[in-house]
T-cell receptor, first 113, second 117 residues
């Protein structure tokens, strides 16, 4: 399957600590996108990293991509209670004439104040 | 980022009725829209992909006569759940992207919670 698989399934940390979430996938991809979802809400797009990129930053977020290992990581630095959410990685593959994202079960991050 | 809206945000209906959910891209033209469903604490499952003006492409196992998708314009797609039953109760999320090539960001709506009694 081309879907991303996040690890760990759940992560609980204290405010101010860093949080690292990992993602693995199985096929060649065009890019990989990370999303955040608060309980019962839609997904918020965090960052897109292209297959020819190795690292990308956005504010407190740092994403890495290793296409040789088919893996990606999302690092949230200096976490806040508001970062509590589920985080999903979504590899983009070609689906015939369309490009589509498929999702794993996500990592549930809990940041304790 | 770009904004995608969904309406309604929540709907409760009786078994056997049909429900229409609208998805709009508010500040960009969406050449492709996607519909997902999500069960509690589960992943998003892609149901179908639709391009403006053409028929939707359904994922394996998704009944196209049950879930009717219409992508009438570059800013609007609708999902109609026909003859809804309790097992159709779920969180439905639409998504839109602005380009047809790869490396386009995909933006999601806030979701619609459907409860079928």
């Amino acid at each position: 399957s081309q879907q991303g698989e996040e690890d760990p399934q759940a992560l609980s940390i204290q405010e101010g600590e860093n949080a690292t979430m990992n993602c693995s996938y199985k096929t060649s991809i065009n890019n990989l996108q990370w999303y955040r979802q608060n309980s019962g809400r839609g997904l918020v797009h965090l960052i897109l990293i292209r297959s020819n990129e190795r690292e990308k930053h956005s504010g407190r977020l740092r994403v890495t991509l290793d296409t040789s290992k088919k893996s990606s990581s999302l690092l949230i630095t200096a976490s806040r209670a508001a970062d509590t959410a589920s985080y999903f990685c979504a590899p983009e593959v070609s689906g015939g004439s369309n490009y589509k994202l498929t999702f794993g079960k996500g990592t549930l991050l809990t940041v304790n104040p | 980022g770009a904004v995608v809206s969904q309406h309604p945000s929540r709907v409760i209906c009786k078994s056997g009725t049909s429900v229409k959910i609208e998805c709009r891209s508010l500040d960009f033209q969406a050449t492709t829209m996607f519909w997902y469903r999500q069960f509690p604490k589960q992943s998003l499952m892609l149901m179908a992909t639709s391009n403006e003006g053409s028929k939707a492409t359904y994922e394996q196992g998704v009944e196209k006569d049950k879930f009717l998708i219409n992508h009438a314009s570059l800013t609007l797609s609708t999902l109609t759940v026909t003859s809804a039953h309790p097992e159709d109760s779920s969180f439905y999320i639409c998504s839109a992207r602005s380009g047809t090539s790869f490396d386009n960001e995909q933006f999601f709506g806030p979701g619609t919670r459907l409860t079928v009694l």
